[in-house]
């Protein structure tokens, strides 16, 4: 049977952890949080359950979970966030994956739930995401919207969904754009990417129309709708920030 290290991170997750961590009991031999120095009740609880928690300050999404890999102490890492939690399908699937250990990587689907409604069109479904891997096999890359590399050839899917408890009111919705598009412009700008008027008129449009018509998102009713509009939001915020950026820096010469 091999072992596994689940790695979870946070920040003010006093809402989310415990449901997350009650979710990996059965199958984690260790559970590992790196914490974004939280401010409410996130260590209290972790520390109900016993799991090793370290303070690590946030730089990047790819820098933070990959300092939890350098904790980790077993040869299979499961990552999951704070407001993720794992299926009874999706943990009978891993605990047989733990004992056959046919893979050294392991997708599953993300299934998200968006202001009270499971999303199952918009793009948003099934989300396969490489969750369960072999340590030292692949690392996480990419300040926001992490990725790992290498990308593997062959990956085992397990059955049952990850849960993502996400996105529970508008508000929060625009929040989180605020942080990631922060994030992505800053990533561009230090890139030397460069956008024009046009094309973010002809980007945000085609996001819209990617995920309401192309991804089906008219199917998840109202809530698809709002979602073709939030994307295309980002897309507006992420490049007018990275405009202004470039703006900023000009003027500073």
């Known amino acids: 049977m091999k072992k596994i290290s689940t790695v979870i991170i946070t920040k003010n997750e006093a809402a989310n952890i415990a449901r997350c961590i009650r979710s990996v009991l059965k199958f984690s031999d260790e559970i590992i949080v790196i914490d974004d120095y ?22 990047d999404f790819a820098h933070q979970k990959n300092k939890a890999l350098s904790r980790a102490s077993f040869p299979f890492i499961f990552s999951i966030d704070a407001d993720e939690e794992v299926s009874s399908d999706l943990n009978t ?24 409604k499971w999303i199952r069109y918009s793009g948003w479904y099934p989300d396969k995401k490489i969750r369960l891997w072999r340590k ?41 754009i605020n942080h990631y598009t922060d994030i992505a412009a800053k990533q561009m ?13 002809l980007s945000m449009n085609f996001e819209f129309f990617k995920k309401f018509l192309i991804q089906l998102g008219f199917l998840d009713g109202y809530h698809g709708f709002l979602l073709a509009l939030m994307s295309a939001y980002y897309t507006l915020v992420k490049y007018a920030k990275l405009r202004n950026l470039h703006l900023k820096s000009k003027q500073s010469v």
Not at 46 to 59: A, L, P, T
Not at 94 to 113: E, H, P, Q, W
Not at 189 to 201: L, P, Q, R, T
């Open 38 to 59: 939280s401010n409410d009740q996130t260590e209290a609880i972790c520390k109900e359950y016993n799991v090793i928690f370290v303070s690590h300050k946030f730089i």
């Open 93 to 116: 699937s891993i605990l047989k994956a733990k004992v056959s250990g046919k893979s050294d990587f392991y997708t599953l689907n993300r299934c998200t739930n968006y202001m009270g």
């Open 136 to 176: 030292d096999k692949a690392k996480w890359v990419g300040a926001v919207h992490e990725v790992l590399t290498p990308k593997p050839k062959n990956a085992v899917q397990l059955s049952g969904d990850l849960l993502h408890h996400s996105y529970p009111s508008l508000r929060w919705h625009i929040e989180k």
């Open 189 to 201: 700008f230090e890139n030397g990417k460069h956008v024009s008027s046009f094309k973010i008129i």
